[in-house]
């Protein structure tokens, strides 16, 4: 079992950047793949971020070159660096862990509330 809970999100400017981070407690964090959804109003949340293990990562299109996906095993975060954002990024973000499926898609077990970042002017 594990406990998630984000932190960072907040109102930023158009070209602006934020860094999201997450908390994990419960047994075992180091073995789970990571991994950032966001969900806009009226949108189905999506994958932004993942992240295995031992670091390798993967990214949305939509985010490729703005946003970074980091963990720290020993000390049970993670973080996702969201920089030049606009606002299409507007959304709640939600810090994930789980497992890679048989055909190599990330699927999340866990799952934390939810923090909003909102891009405006």
């Known amino acids: 079992q594990v406990q998630l809970v984000e932190s960072g999100g907040g109102l930023v400017q158009p070209g602006g950047s934020l860094r999201l981070s997450c908390a994990a407690s419960g047994s075992m964090f180091g073995i789970y793949i990571m991994g950032w959804y966001r969900q806009a109003p009226g949108k189905q949340r999506e994958l932004v971020a993942f992240i295995s293990p031992i670091g390798s990562t993967n990214y949305a299109d939509s985010v490729k070159g703005r946003f970074t996906i980091f963990r720290d095993n020993a000390k049970n975060t993670g973080s996702l660096q969201m920089n030049s954002l606009n606002p299409e990024d507007t959304a709640v973000y939600y810090c994930?862990?789980?497992?890679?499926?048989?055909?190599?898609?990330?699927?999340?077990?866990?799952w934390g509330q939810g923090t909003q970042v909102t891009v405006s002017s």
């Open positions: 994930s862990a789980g497992f890679r499926t048989s055909s190599g898609s990330y699927s999340p077990a866990y």
